[in-house]
């Protein structure tokens, strides 16, 4: 993601009061990673595995802190565990933002599967998304993912598709 547009992302995120990116990174979206990290009005946790930044975002909420966790769409397979309790037990939102790989035109065989699944997956955990393809979308779908999270105690998501994302390896 091009850093003009990661700063649509940014600037969403901060009027909905996201002080936390919790991120696990991937091409699709450097250039949120590289805005959060930069950016002194956030704090920036990379992580391992998006289960475990899935309950780094959820830790954040229970201690009063809005937080996202950043992703490339493949890794919703790992976070489906950690979701499930944390949303479906608990009440505990947690506020996806995802590049999607596997989208018409994935330059990559291995990319394929992933757009495959994610969205039989979001709806199995009955989590609401919103597709972001053009730039004037972008702050209000993040700012309303995460405002939506906050009001219904569960999760949302916000997946970025092309041209905002293009693997250019």
Same mark, same amino acid.
């Given at each position: 993601?091009?850093?003009?547009?990661?700063?649509?992302? &940014?600037?969403?995120?901060?009027?909905?009061?996201?002080?936390?990116?919790?991120?696990?990174? !991937?091409?699709? %979206?450097?250039?949120?990673?590289?805005?959060?990290?930069?950016?002194?009005?956030?704090?920036?946790? #990379?992580?391992?595995?998006?289960?475990?930044?899935?309950?780094?975002?959820?830790?954040?909420?229970?201690?009063?802190?809005?937080?996202?966790?950043?992703?490339?769409?493949?890794?919703?397979?790992?976070?489906?565990?950690?979701?499930?309790? %944390?949303?479906?037990?608990?009440? &505990?939102?947690?506020?996806?933002?995802?590049?999607?790989?596997? !989208?018409?035109?994935?330059?990559? /065989?291995?990319?394929?599967?992933?757009?495959?699944?994610? /969205?039989?997956? %979001?709806?199995?955990?009955?989590?609401?998304?919103?597709?972001?393809?053009?730039?004037?979308?972008? &702050?209000?779908?993040?700012?309303?993912?995460? &405002?939506?999270?906050?009001?219904?105690?569960? #999760?949302?998501?916000?997946?970025?598709?092309?041209? %905002?994302?293009? !693997?250019?390896?």
């Amino acid at each position: 993601m091009e850093p003009r547009i990661a700063a649509l992302v &940014i600037e969403g995120l901060k009027r909905a009061h996201v002080r936390l990116v919790v991120a696990l990174p !991937d091409t699709l %979206l450097t250039g949120v990673y590289k805005a959060a990290d930069a950016d002194p009005d956030l704090r920036y946790i #990379h992580v391992t595995n998006e289960g475990e930044g899935a309950s780094i975002a959820a830790g954040a909420w229970c201690v009063g802190h809005r937080a996202v966790l950043v992703m490339e769409n493949s890794g919703l397979r790992s976070a489906c565990e950690p979701l499930a309790r %944390l949303g479906f037990s608990s009440g &505990i939102p947690v506020t996806m933002l995802m590049g999607y790989r596997g !989208d018409l035109g994935e330059p990559f /065989e291995w990319g394929v599967d992933h757009g495959i699944y994610m /969205e039989p997956l %979001l709806h199995a955990m009955r989590i609401p998304y919103r597709f972001v393809d053009r730039e004037e979308d972008i &702050i209000p779908a993040v700012t309303n993912a995460v &405002i939506h999270g906050v009001s219904s105690l569960y #999760h949302t998501a916000v997946v970025f598709r092309q041209p %905002l994302v293009r !693997d250019v390896r």
